[in-house]
């Protein structure tokens, strides 16, 4: 919009100064086009094994119905576009891509199992600190940690000794025992042992393992079977000297997506693939009129807006999906693969006119539902530019029993409790979008 704005200004700049004209031009069709595009590189031995790929079906972008036309009666000008674009085409398009680098998947269960044994680690080493000092002082060994604590060289009522979720005994001159509680939210994590010899806090054959991991050749890619955006507008503008307005009616607008999917593999690691796929997503805007000049903000007369997500899924590692705290979540929205979906999200907007419109709004998974219906209000002014809410009601509807537990703890801690109808949550929502009043919280 800004560069077709520009570009009018300069075509009013270089007419004559005369006392009335008219000028008028049109293009049937422009634009570039590209098939069966093929492209690769392999780059030097250094990167051995590095391999990039490009190859792409068809591309088309262009305009089309491009008319403008000019007429100037004294020092005042009136000009009209009316233009089909930027519209642009790809189709099936496919990037690859061969990368020897470190195994990200090994690497964030690293991470996570370095979060996990962070606190009985800091607990440990706080323990053996204290039991140098107590053997200087004292020219022998704690008997237990009840010793060290009578004695004042260690309190055990502060963090980290304060999470109910590890257990800590002596088993001098040998090792410092960290033991995972019965209440710890990971059943299968295992003890953490410091050696008392060496000071060093043993490995796990598990974590071991993970260290040891090497590099892995990534094989990357993203297949795109479609995308495409159609653009269709009508533009005038009333030029004088002590103004420069212009109203728009963006009659058709749709940025649409379908079928594309990013896979990325370790080596040949098929069950550790993580995959992204995306069926189909657009978003269309119709009919959206709007007035405004180069010193003000635009006024919005009307206009219908839909953006809509079908069926995303996202494909965790196996790696990861075998770490506890995923396998949780993932069991407590009744996951039993590897597999989120999204099935549906939907918002769709309609102006009516400057002041009304309403909304709704959909997200429909297999563990939870949420239904958004209602009106709004807009104050399109300079001084007090605003959004307000009426007649909202917004559903939520639980599947998964994990899920359904969340809500009641957020209740149980939060000391409220939500409206219901069934299963069905059910909230009225009203006032500004930016602090909004809602009722069916009590």
Known sequence: ??????????????????????????IAETGIFL??????????????????????????????????????????????????????????????AKITSKNWVTGERIRRLEKRHSIPKTALEMIANAIDLYKTDLEENPKSLNDLYVKQYLNLDTTPFDDPTWTYSLALPDQ?????????????????????????????PIRDSLYQVPFVQWDYTLDIQSISQLFSSKLEFDISPDKTAFDLLLKRSQFKIDDITFTATPGNQLINRSQVHLPSLIL????????????????????????????????????????PEIQAMLESLGIWNNSLKIRLVE??????????????????????????????????????????????????????????????????TKGKSLNRKGATIVLKVEGSLENPVIHGIN
């Open 347 to 412: 918002l769709e907007m309609n102006l009516i006119n400057e002041r009304t419109g309403d909304i709704r709004f959909i997200f429909q998974t297999p563990f939870l539902k949420v239904n958004v219906t209602g009106d709004f209000s807009l104050r399109q002014d300079e001084i007090h530019p605003d959004i307000l809410l009426h007649q909202m009601e917004i559903k939520i509807h639980p599947i998964a029993l994990g899920v359904r537990k969340w809500i009641r703890e957020w209740e149980r």
């Open 284 to 323: 269309n805007a119709n009919n959206i009129a709007l007035t405004t000049d180069l010193k003000n903000k635009p006024i919005i007369h009307q206009g219908h807006g839909k953006f809509s997500l079908r069926n995303f899924e996202i494909k965790i590692p196996k790696g990861l999906k075998e770490e």
């Open 1 to 26: 919009m800004r560069l077709l704005t520009h570009f009018i200004l300069i075509i009013y700049s270089l007419l004559p100064g005369q006392i009335s004209s008219t000028a008028n031009g049109s």
């Open 176 to 204: 410092i025992v960290a033991q995972p509680t019965q209440i710890h939210p990971v059943a299968e994590t295992k003890p953490l042992i410091l050696d008392w010899q060496s000071k060093e806090i043993q490995l796990d």
């Open 35 to 96: 098939k069966d595009l093929h492209f690769d590189w392999i780059p030097p031995n250094k990167d051995k094994g590095t391999y990039y790929s490009i190859d792409l079906h068809e591309f088309k972008f262009g305009f089309s119905d491009l008319n403008i036309s000019q007429e100037q009666k004294g020092d005042k000008h009136k000009i009209k576009t009316r233009i089909s674009g930027p519209n642009f085409t790809i189709s099936q398009l496919v990037l690859n």
